[in-house]
C-alpha cells in the first residue's frame, strides 16, 4: 500500500492511496484539469481511480468530486448528510454512507470516523489493507475527541492537520468572523492541538507521519514543526514530512506487516 496527495492546505485538498490495483481518492478540491494534471505527477491518469471518498462538502475538499465522477464515472461514497449539504448534479454512482458504518472497497475497509467540524456530517476516514495494515486520514476538526484518538490508536501511517499557528491566526489577514470559525470548536486544529492529539497516539509504530492542510496564511511549515518535532520520539523524527499546497507529497509507501 502507497499513498501521497495531490495537494494539501486551505485551496484545496486530495489524497491518493494505491494497493494492488485499488486506487482511491480521498476528496478532490481541485478542477478536473488541475487534478488530471496533479495525477500525472504520480504517474496516475484519472481514469486509474478506483473511487473516491468524500470527507465533507467544504470546496476545499470537493471541488473537483462530481465532474470528475461525471467524466469517468467513477463510484462516490460520502455520507448522507454530506450528500444533502450541497447540490452536486448527476453523480452516476453515489454511495451514501449511513451512521458512520464501515464499508469495502474491493479489499480494502474504509472506517469513516465522526469529527467536530462546521460541516453537516463530516467524516475523516482509516483505510484498512488486511496485508498492510491502517493508514489513517484526519484534517478538518476543531478540536480532540477521545473517539477520534481511539479511532486513530492502530495506525501505521497517518496524514494529519496542523491547520494554524493561534498567534499568527489572530494577527493575520481573515476578518474576525473567519478568525473565530477557524480557531473554534467546530474548525480546525492548530499546531498544538496536534501535538496533544500525537502525544495520545502510539508513534512508534506509525511507518509515515505527515503533517497537511497547514494554511498558507496562518501557518508555516516551521511553526507547526517547531510545535510537533519535540513531542516525537527519536525514530519518528526520520518518518515525518510536510505537505504543502502545490505539491502535496509524494508517494510514501507502507510495508506488510511482519
Ligand atoms: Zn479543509
Ligand atoms: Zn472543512
Request: hydrophobic letters at 40%; one cysteine or more.
Amino acid at each position: 500500500m502507497k499513498f501521497a496527495s495531490l495537494g494539501s492546505g486551505s485551496s484545496g485538498n486530495a489524497t491518493v492511496i494505491a494497493c494492488g490495483d485499488v486506487v482511491l481518492l480521498v476528496d478532490c478540491g481541485f478542477g478536473i484539469k488541475d487534478t488530471e494534471r496533479r495525477l500525472a505527477r504520480l504517474g496516475l491518469e484519472a481514469k486509474d481511480i478506483s473511487a473516491i471518498v468524500v470527507t465533507h462538502e467544504h470546496s476545499d475538499h470537493i471541488k473537483g468530486v462530481a465532474p470528475l465522477a461525471r467524466k469517468y464515472k467513477m463510484p462516490v461514497y460520502m455520507t448522507r448528510g454530506t450528500f444533502l449539504a450541497r447540490e452536486y448534479g448527476n453523480i452516476p454512482s453515489l454511495h451514501l454512507i449511513e451512521n458512520y458504518q464501515p464499508f469495502s472497497i474491493a479489499h480494502l475497509t474504509i472506517t469513516p470516523v465522526a469529527v467536530p467540524h462546521d460541516a453537516r456530517e463530516p467524516a475523516q476516514y482509516t483505510i484498512t489493507s488486511p496485508d498492510y495494515g491502517v493508514l489513517g486520514v484526519l484534517t478538518d476538526l476543531g478540536y480532540i475527541t477521545p473517539h477520534v484518538v481511539e479511532a486513530y490508536l492502530t495506525c501505521d501511517a497517518l496524514l494529519v492537520e496542523a491547520n494554524h499557528d493561534l498567534d499568527m491566526l489572530a494577527r493575520g489577514p481573515y476578518p474576525y468572523s473567519l478568525r473565530q470559525r477557524v480557531a473554534s470548536n467546530w474548525g480546525h486544529l492548530n499546531n498544538q492541538q496536534t501535538a496533544n492529539l500525537l502525544s495520545q497516539l502510539p508513534l512508534l509504530n506509525l511507518q509515515h507521519l505527515v503533517v497537511g492542510h497547514i494554511s498558507q496564511k496562518n501557518n508555516t511549515v516551521e511553526l507547526a514543526a517547531k510545535s510537533i518535532d519535540n513531542i516525537l520520539p527519536e525514530p519518528v523524527l526520520n518518518r515525518i514530512h510536510y505537505a504543502c499546497q502545490d505539491e502535496g507529497f509524494d508517494w510514501l509507501a507502507i510495508t506488510p506487516k511482519k
